[in-house]
C-alpha cells in the first residue's frame, strides 16, 4: 500500500477540477414557463406528473429539478415514474421523442440528489436491465463521485446477455465515467468480480479503446480483486500500460507474475504479454521456465519479452539464459563489497562501482540498497548518479528516499537529479528504461 504523503509531494515534485453541480432554472420566458408547468404539476397525480413530462420534448436542467420539487422530491419523481405503466415508462424513459440530452438532464438531476434512489427506482421500471444500466451511465456519466460508481456498479452487476451494439455502448460510458472520475476507480474495481460475464466483458472492451491511466488503475485494481483472472482483463493492462508511470507498472506486475504459472495457457499468454508490457524485468526466471511451456506460442512470446526486457540476444537455449540468471545471482550475493565503495570510496571508485548497479537488470532490492548507499557519499557527483539510477527502481521506498533527497540535500545538482527521478517514476506515459541505461 502506496502512502499517500509521499505520492502527493512526488507529484509535487514532478487535479482534477471540482465541478459545480446545481441546477439552476433558467433566465426570461423559459423560467416562466418552468414557473408554469410547476404550478401545473403541483399535486398532480403520478401519471398526470408523467404525461405532463413526456409533453415537454424541450425539457431542460433546471426545468427538470421544478419537476422533481413539484413531485415533493427526487425521491417523489421517481416513484410517480414507478407507477405509470411499463409501457409509458419506456417510452418516457428511454423512447424517441425524448432526445440523449432531455433524458440526461432529467435523470442526472434526480442522480445528483439521490443516486441510490435513482438505481432502485431504474431497477422497477421493466424487465430490460440493459437499458436500466444505460440509462443508469448515461445519467450519471459526468458526475464523478463514489456514490455515482456504486451506482453504476448496481446498474452492470444487473446486465445479461447484452448484444455486441449493447456491449459496446454499456463499456463506452463506463470508460467515460472513469476519465471523468479519475480519483474514483477503487469503488468499480472492488465490484467488477461481481458482473456477469457480458458485463465484465462489455466494461473491458470500453476500456481498452480509451486507454488512460485511470482505466490503468481500475483494471489493477480489478486483477487485485478477483481471484479468478482472465486473459481480458490482464490484457486490457497490456493495451493501457502505456498511459500510466512506472511506478504503476510495477504495482500491477507483481499481481500478474502470479499469472505466469497458470495453467491456463490463454492466460499465461496474456501474463507475457503483460509482463513485457509493464517492464516487468524481475520475471525474467519464470519467462525462462515458459521456455518448456506446451504452447508454442507462449513460448514465443516468453522469448520475445526476455530479449526486450534485457536487452540481450535472441536465443532459445534456455541453458545460456540459465547461466546469465545464475551469473546475476552471483553478483547479487558479492555485490556487500560495493556498499563501502559507495559511502567512503574515492569519487571515481564510487562512480564506477554506481554504473556497475546501474547496469544490472535483476535483483532490485540489493541494487536499491547498494544506490541508497551512494546518496551518503561525500563527493556530490556520486550522489546525483545514485539518484538518478534510482529512477530504475519502481518501489515505494526508492520513490520515498528520492522525495527526501530532493528536499534536503544541500547541492543543487543532487536535488535536481533527484527531482528527475521522481518525475520519471511518477510522470503518467513514462517509458521504462533501456536495460543498458548508465
Known amino acids: 500500500m502506496r502512502s499517500g504523503a509521499v505520492w502527493v509531494r ?8 471540482s465541478v459545480a453541480l446545481v441546477a439552476t432554472a433558467p433566465l426570461g420566458l423559459a423560467g416562466a414557463r418552468e414557473h408554469s408547468v410547476g404550478e401545473e404539476a403541483q399535486g398532480a397525480p403520478p401519471a398526470a406528473l408523467v404525461a405532463l413530462l413526456d409533453s415537454n420534448p424541450g425539457i431542460g436542467d433546471g426545468w427538470s429539478a421544478t419537476l422533481a420539487r413539484a413531485a415533493g422530491s427526487p425521491a417523489g419523481l421517481l416513484r410517480a415514474l414507478a407507477a405509470v405503466q411499463p409501457g409509458a415508462r419506456a417510452e418516457l424513459t428511454y423512447g424517441e421523442r425524448w432526445g440523449r440530452e432531455q433524458r440526461h438532464a432529467l435523470l442526472t438531476t434526480l442522480a445528483r440528489s439521490s443516486p441510490s434512489e435513482l438505481s432502485a427506482a431504474l431497477m422497477t421500471f421493466d424487465r430490460g436491465s440493459r437499458a436500466k444500466a444505460l440509462a443508469v451511465i448515461d445519467a450519471i456519466g459526468a458526475l464523478g463521485s463514489d456514490d455515482d460508481a456504486a451506482t453504476v456498479a448496481l446498474a452492470l452487476q444487473e446486465l445479461r446477455r447484452l448484444s455486441q451494439a449493447e456491449s459496446r455502448t454499456i463499456g463506452d460510458a463506463l470508460a467515460r465515467f472513469l476519465h471523468s472520475a479519475p480519483n474514483h476507480p477503487d469503488t468499480l474495481a472492488r465490484a467488477f468480480a461481481t458482473f456477469p460475464d457480458d458485463a465484465q466483458a462489455a466494461v473491458l472492451t470500453g476500456i481498452a479503446s480509451m486507454p488512460s491511466d485511470t482505466s490503468f488503475r481500475f483494471a489493477r485494481q480489478a486483477l487485485d480483486a478477483t481471484a479468478t483472472p482472465t486473459p481480458h482483463l490482464i490484457a486490457v493492462l497490456t493495451v493501457t500500460a502505456p498511459t500510466t508511470s512506472r511506478l504503476e507498472r510495477a504495482y500491477a506486475a507483481a499481481t500478474v507474475r502470479q499469472s505466469l504459472a497458470s495453467e491456463d495457457s490463454g492466460l499465461v499468454l496474456a501474463a507475457v504479454q ?89 535483483h532490485r532490492k540489493e541494487r536499491e540498497r547498494l544506490l541508497e548507499l551512494g546518496l551518503t557519499h561525500r563527493s556530490p557527483l556520486v550522489r546525483a548518479a545514485a539518484a538518478r539510477g534510482l529512477a530504475q527502481i519502481p518501489t515505494e521506498d526508492a520513490l520515498a528516499t528520492l522525495v527526501r533527497i530532493a528536499e534536503r540535500d544541500p547541492v543543487d545538482v543532487v536535488r535536481e537529479a533527484a527531482r528527475s527521478s521522481v518525475q520519471g517514476l511518477t510522470h503518467l506515459g513514462a517509458e521504462p528504461l533501456d536495460p543498458a541505461q548508465d
Do not use: I, K, M
Not at 10 to 17: D, E, I, R, S
Not at 278 to 295: M, Y
Open 10 to 17: 512526488a507529484v509535487g515534485l514532478a487535479l482534477w477540477p
Open 274 to 362: 503483460a509482463t513485457r508490457a509493464l517492464a516487468d524485468v524481475e520475471a525474467s526466471a519464470e519467462l525462462v521456465r515458459l521456455f518448456g511451456h506446451r504452447s508454442r506460442e507462449v513460448r514465443r512470446a516468453a522469448l520475445e519479452a526476455l530479449v526486450a526486457l534485457t536487452g540481450r540476444a535472441s536465443t532459445t537455449d534456455s541453458a545460456v539464459w540459465q547461466q546469465w540468471l545464475q551469473q546475476e545471482s552471483s553478483w547479487a550475493r558479492a555485490s556487500y563489497h560495493l556498499g563501502a565503495v559507495l559511502v567512503r570510496g574515492s569519487e571515481e571508485r564510487a562512480l564506477g562501482a554506481v554504473r556497475e548497479v546501474v547496469a544490472r537488470v535483476l
